[in-house]
């Protein structure tokens, strides 16, 4: 487990503060808050971002914004090449009031990393810069790539659903989660009822569906997530049909460089 290390957040003269981070697998960030508002991106790798209703996964091509105040955790599922903003507070008034995953377009992205990467805050460019990818945050397209978490009241319960965010494969039984999180079937069936209002084998479609999504963006195989879920091709592509409406190759993808 990480400690956040934001950039200086107590100069609220300049608009945008940037902050550049490498992280590995299997880091995982203890959840923090901030008090300016803070787009997520990374330029490549997979994150799982955990806030205290939902968690959101997190491929290249999407972002998440995160308005202030709200408290959050990273898993980072491979390697990560971050690239964050964090916004003022009354400029962060300006975008949604609630948690967001964002698709990033080509445009996003460079505006993104330019303000990351820019040295001169009182240019006319900077403040051009800083302006153009507002607009751009608030005509991004919003994602569905959320799964609802429960809160640390039950130590179980919360054990189980980041086993399962670890490793979504159906070959993991609820009874070894169970057991792993020294919980009996039973009582863990009744937290599920009772936290989210599911079941867990129903749960753990909607963190199937979140992850096969982030890996079909990055462009694996469609064969190769259902082995990794635990599917046959065939049964994967049912399931994602059932759940989405669509088979695994109709789901669209936002081309990078568009």
Excluded at 26 to 55: D, F, K, R
Excluded at 186 to 197: C, E, H, M, N, Y
Excluded at 203 to 213: D, E, K
Aim: charged residues 20%; proline residues 8%; glycine residues 6%.
């Amino acid at each position: 487990m990480a400690i956040a290390a934001p950039p200086d957040l107590t100069d609220t003269a300049v608009p945008v503060q940037p902050l550049s981070r490498t992280y590995p697998r299997g880091l995982y960030i203890e959840p923090h808050e901030h008090e300016w508002g803070q787009v997520l991106y990374a330029m490549s790798g997979v994150m799982w971002v955990e806030t205290p209703n939902e968690a959101l996964v997190v491929p290249p091509q999407r972002a998440v914004w995160l308005p202030p105040g709200v408290p959050h955790g990273i898993r980072v599922v491979s390697d990560l090449e971050m690239r964050n903003i964090y916004l003022r507070p009354a400029l962060a008034q300006t975008l949604d009031a609630t948690v967001q995953v964002l698709e990033v377009g080509r445009l996003l992205r460079e505006l993104i990393v330019g303000l990351v990467a820019e040295q001169d805050k009182e240019s006319d460019y900077y403040e051009a810069v800083v302006n153009l990818a507002l607009l751009e945050l608030k005509r991004a397209r919003r994602s569905l790539l959320k799964v609802p978490m429960p809160d640390d009241s039950d130590r179980r319960l919360m054990s189980v659903c980041q086993a399962v965010m670890i490793e979504p494969s159906i070959d993991v039984s609820f009874e070894q989660h169970a057991e792993n999180a020294g919980a009996s079937v039973r009582t863990l069936s009744r937290l599920f009822q009772a936290v989210l209002g599911m079941g867990f084998a129903e749960w753990r479609r909607q963190v199937q569906l979140a992850t096969s999504v982030a890996e079909i963006i990055q462009g694996v195989p469609v064969n190769a997530i259902a082995r990794s879920m635990g599917y046959s091709p065939s049964s994967f592509s049912d399931m994602f049909r059932r759940e989405l409406g669509m088979a695994p190759s109709q789901y669209p993808v936002v081309d990078p460089a568009s």
